[in-house]
């Protein structure tokens, strides 16, 4: 299978550099796949989950907000933060979702909201990649 | 103090040689978070290297992409608002004096004054505000090792003053390192940014697409690149502020070294008069009972 480059960066470090097969990554307007030789694109990228496909071997990771560059089968993230799926402490994201989500029923300032809304979206896309569920 | 009494000289130096300790402990503390705030700065580099080109290339191919953030030049800020970075902790030598006298001679000078002065670190804010400049003293935004969490909680600040249309544009004054021997304090915009700060985007692709339009990448970009701005800023203050630390302790270990070297003789003088007269007054009582 043909492999692209992919790039991952974040302001606090250089996440990730290799090759894979296949990510699956959302957008704004939902979730795309990109595999090698993808037409270029500049797309914004939402805060979720990642998927990464090399060798028939999977691995996910909870990735911020940020953009996402393709050109010549080079595919370039610069997104706020990345974390595999094993560095994160699904008890802790799971906490955060709480915490956003009383907060959500108690307040009614609009930017309050819009801040409980995104800590909501980080907790999600965290618990997502760490396999753990909501309930 | 008088210089005859040996216990006296001998108190003096003890707590001479304490100060010198702490003033060496400090700044061992300062020159290696240099090193890690060097790092960090090197870290952040690239993200924020390829979220100012991606702008780049985006105006270069919609030049009519225009935010809020992203348009106008500094002069026709009527009101604009500052953010100033001083520090929490003193023995920082000069560091925060030099910023306030800066801060203060820039804001008092500008044309349209600013309206309103975020100051980040307590002894910079308390200055500022005691020289009559708007300061927000109900931010009380912390100094210390800069975080993403903190340039974050900044960028918000300021970009939601400037949505609310209390301000019409952002300043920044801090200290830039250049190198231990070079600190600079300077004077910044945040935003409005006229589109040539983005630079040069070199040759751009015209087949691109932009998703979901080109307008919402750049509402995706334009905050993350302020708070990067942000983050470098914050770092750029930090390193400085060690820098200060690192050669005010340098020069208070030499003082107090000095100083330690002077009470020695002192010292010395004192015990030895002590004994010749204790001497004198054996010999004397001696020879009086002789006779």
Known sequence: MKTFKLLIRTPERSAYEGEADAIVFSTPEGRIGIMANHMPIVTAVAEDTIEFKLNGEERTAAIGQGVCKIFDNVVEFDVTSMEWSDEIDAARAKEAFERAAQRMKEQADRVEQARNQASMARALARLKAAGGGVT | ?291
């Open chain 2, 1 to 291: 103090m008088s210089m005859n009494n040996t216990g006296e000289i001998k108190a003096r130096m003890k707590s001479i040689r304490q100060t010198v300790q702490i003033a060496n402990a400090q700044k061992l503390i300062a020159a290696s978070r240099i090193g890690k705030a060097q790092k960090m700065l090197a870290d952040a580099k690239p993200y924020h290297e390829n979220i100012r080109q991606t702008i780049a290339e985006l105006l270069a191919l919609h030049p009519e992409v225009l935010t809020p953030f992203v348009g106008a030049g500094w002069t026709t800020s009527l009101k604009p608002g500052f953010l100033v970075l001083s520090s929490d902790t003193g023995l920082a030598g000069g560091y925060n004096s030099n910023l306030v006298k800066y801060a203060e001679q820039e804001l008092t000078s500008m044309e349209h004054k600013p309206v309103t002065v975020l100051v980040q670190g307590h002894l910079g804010r308390d200055n500022l505000n005691k020289k009559g400049l708007p300061v927000d003293m109900t931010q009380e935004l912390r100094a210390g090792t800069p975080t993403l969490h903190d340039a974050g909680v900044i960028a918000k600040k300021v970009m939601s003053l400037f949505e609310e249309q209390e301000v019409d544009g952002f300043g920044i004054v801090y200290t830039k390192y250049h190198s231990a021997a070079r600190l600079e304090p300077v004077h910044e915009k945040i935003f409005p940014l006229p589109p040539e700060t983005f630079g040069n985007a070199g040759i751009v692709r015209s087949d691109v697409t932009f998703e979901p339009s080109p307008e919402a990448v750049m509402e995706m970009l334009i905050p993350k690149y302020i708070k990067g701005f942000i983050y470098g800023c914050l770092i750029h203050a930090w390193t400085s502020e060690l820098a200060s630390r690192v050669s005010a302790m340098d020069s208070a270990i030499r003082n107090g070294r000095e100083m330690l070297g002077k009470l020695t003789q002192a010292y010395n003088r004192a015990r030895q008069a002590a004994i010749t007269q204790e001497i004198t007054e054996i010999v004397a009582g001696a020879n009086a009972l002789v006779e």
